[in-house]
């Protein structure tokens, strides 16, 4: 594992996949994702939280862990997780990279994700409803954008909608309250902690 | 200094040069809050270079200010190179789409001449207007975007971190158009009567990328290009952390860094005593929800942390206040730094519990 977390974090798409090549020789794919993947991204997100990693790490360690699972586990292949049924979203706000941060480390977490790309809050709620959504990730970087995940909360409550909101992004993490103001029922502070979540509600499904 | 106050400028230069003024300063970096006070909307405010020096001259008498701050937005500078402004009415005009969709594009590039743009023009008016305005009393800030960070709105950030990590040669390009521009904006601003020039590099925290890469690449582009700009600077990471790069910012020619509320003033004071003033380190985000009582105990934390011998100027932690954050937290601010903020400080840091 600590080969596999030096390749990501030198940004060494060629390093990580040896190691997965070398891996997949005894071992399976999905077994690579649980015992290495998913808990190295973790530390390193864990490590951005604590100032030990940069973002770039985080998201080139994404990026790199995405195209190596795209390989050994394509979407057609029926083994990506597809319960809870997950959304992510920017929310009126032009900095997507917060998003694309959070997918990367998802889909190489080996979870199918709708991406709605930047959203309104109107257009959000409708298709959060449209598509019976579980769990919807929302991503800002604008204070204006954060305060707007009220709206979305208070329309899907309104119609009686039990989908997760999990919010994330600069002003969650600047201001630590800010989350439960707007109505959100968690917030992620780095992307493994959207693992993390999204674990924690597929578990419920497991045991439910 | 005795009784005698000195003027926001001749408070400013003192702890700049690393000495003790009569009190510590107060930059609060307001931006939109001008549009309130005139009574227009942000979309209005930002149209007219009279509205915003007449918005900062009023701000800067309400709240005992120590600087007028010509900053607009962000993206006005992509603006100049002929990008979208998207305006809300309750926060910052924010970048739409970046410009360059297809990095290759980055060869045929060319920058904006800064005099013959028409929002710069905006811009170096309303310096005009607030030198008329100020004289010698306070400092004028006036802002760049680092040749380095400005990418991130010229291509947005993910695209921006492809080319960093796996385009070189297109990197280099795109960082020598990026200079040129930044220097001549800068020095146009000081043409008109900023005293400094805050040069914002967010990409260059080690919040943002490994000090390993930030040696290869921010610092070099900040050692060439601060020593270009005819006026001091000012570095500002906006929340990023500042800690593990101290001493590489020293070195890029700056003479003070914005601090972010993350990290412990105390601890950066002691690398960083004498070679770098500090400006910081009040959270903006955390100022929406703050008592007259919070407001009070962050400034006291921060003079005790930051103040003593000078090289401290207090500040927000990202160079822009909330829209958000209301007259009467940034009047209890104010209010507290003219309390607390006398020297000799005699205050110890306040436990955060």
Known sequence: MDDFRKALLASDPDAAASILAAYLVDGIALDFVEEVLVKTLEQIGDGWENGQYALSQVYMSGRICEDLLEKVLPDESGSRKVRPKIAIATLNDYHALGKRIVYAVLRAGGYQLIDY??????????RVEDDQIEMLLISVLMLSSALQVKEVVTSLGYKGNKTKIVVGGAPFRLNRRLWQEVGADAVGFTASDALLLVGR???????G | MGDQRMTSLQRVLFTLGHQEPDRVPLFLLLTMHGARELG????????????????????????????LYSFFYAPVEVEAWGAEVIYRDDGPPNSGN?????????????APLVKQTPCLIKVIEAIRLMKKAVGNEAPIIGVVMSPFSLPVMQLGFEAYLELLYNQPELFKRLIAVNQQFCVDWANAQLEAGAT????????????????ELYLKTGYQVARQTICKIKGPTATHLASGIALPIIDDLVETGTAAVGISAAEDLEKIKQVSRGKLSLIGNL????????SREEAEKAVKNAIAGAA???GFILSDNHGEIPYQVTDRVL??????VRTYGNYPITLSVIDNG
């Open chain 2, 308 to 310: 003593a011998g000078g």
């Open chain 2, 283 to 290: 959270s903006g985000l955390e100022m929406i929800h703050w």
């Open chain 2, 98 to 110: 970046p410009f360059i969709s297809d990095p290759l594009t980055i060869n045929r590039l060319k």
């Open chain 2, 331 to 336: 009047l209890a601010i104010s209010e507290a």
């Open chain 1, 201 to 207: 509600l597929e578990g419920g499904h497991k045991n």
């Open chain 2, 196 to 211: 400094a020039i805050c040069y914002f590099d967010p990409v260059s925290s080690p919040t943002i990328i490994p000090r």
């Open chain 2, 40 to 67: 227009l909307t942000i979309k209005e405010y930002f149209s007219r270079a009279e509205f915003v020096a007449e918005g900062q001259v009023k701000m800067r008498e309400k709240y005992s200010n120590d600087c």
């Open chain 1, 117 to 126: 790309g930047r959203v309104e809050t109107g257009e959000l709620a409708r």
